[in-house]
């Protein structure tokens, strides 16, 4: 292939898979806009950032921390942890790490309790922490524990961080919750039932409480994430041949959210799987058994 046709194609793919508003607070930002705007809605302000250990988190966590936010980050492993504050401190910016397996609720609750203990408020928080499982239903037989795994860490963990730092922000009548979600929640693909299933449970639950807390200057951003090329889809051989981004663009997806604060971010194709289901809800069945 030529390689501008070549560029054209990755273009446009990065396009539709890029997640954006089509209604809403959101608009596309021009580079130069886009860092002076970040700056301006994160400097000072604590970000909770929760699988900040790698990929996506990790890469956000350094975005951040750069614009000015006191970034404060969650996951299991220490020394990765460890470096990712080491990268944004030598970068200039401010950051802290509690180590928390996030399904051990007893731990989750006790790192809730020393964040708001050592930095006092909590202004975004953003649940990006999360785990998939590829799996015929019929090789699921015998290993339910697989759901309910999923269940634990994309579901009930976030509600509960959510439920930690939701008094907080009640009463101080301002909060942000950036729930990182799944192009799969509409794609709904064969053989990813729980983690579909966890995800759009996230989705429910976050739109439910919203309506209660919008009132109270508090806003739930769901983002859902095209396919990224980080380690939780590389044993899909398949994604190594479909568009992905780079867990640094994701990030700048979940730093468009924090400025513009619009209740949904999600890829252009996605959109186009909601007016076919809508049509034919037979035909996407077959789509999603081809789909990987």
């Not at 404060?72 to 220490?78: D, E, N």
């Not at 794609?187 to 299933?197: L, Q």
Request: charged share 20%; aromatic share 4%; net charge positive.
């Amino acid at each position: 292939m030529d390689r501008r046709l070549r560029a054209a194609v990755l273009a446009a793919n990065r396009m539709l898979v890029t997640p954006v508003g089509l209604a809403g607070r959101h608009r596309m930002l021009l580079p130069g806009q886009a860092s002076d705007a970040l700056a301006h809605a994160v400097r000072g302000k604590v970000v909770v950032i929760t699988g900040a250990s790698s990929g996506i988190g990790a890469a956000a966590a350094r975005l951040l921390g750069a614009a000015g936010a006191h970034v404060v980050l969650i996951a299991r492993s220490v020394d990765a942890l460890d470096a990712v504050v080491a990268d944004v401190k030598n970068a200039g910016g401010q950051a802290s790490s509690y180590p928390c397996d996030l399904t051990d609720f007893a731990a989750l609750d006790a790192t809730v309790a020393a964040i708001l203990h050592d930095v006092g408020v909590v202004d975004v928080l953003v649940n990006n922490a999360g785990h998939s499982i590829r799996r015929r239903i019929e090789a699921s037989s015998g290993r339910f524990h697989d759901f309910e795994r999923l269940i634990q860490l994309n579901y009930l963990a976030a509600v509960r961080l959510v439920m930690g730092v939701l008094p907080g922000m009640r009463e101080r009548r301002s909060g942000h919750i950036v729930n990182i979600s799944t192009w799969a929640v509409q794609v709904r693909p064969a053989r990813f039932a729980g983690y579909v299933a966890s995800k759009a449970a996230l989705e429910a639950w976050s739109d439910s409480v919203q309506s209660e807390v919008r009132d109270d200057g508090v806003l739930f951003t769901t983002i859902r994430m095209p396919l990224v090329r980080t380690p939780m889809i590389a044993p899909t051989k398949a994604y190594a041949r479909m568009p992905a981004l780079r867990p640094d663009e994701a990030a700048q997806s979940i730093a468009d959210a924090i400025v513009c604060r619009p209740r949904r971010l999600r890829p252009v194709f996605s959109q186009l799987v909601d007016v076919t289901e809508a049509i034919s809800p037979s035909y996407m069945d077959r789509v999603r058994k081809r789909v990987i």
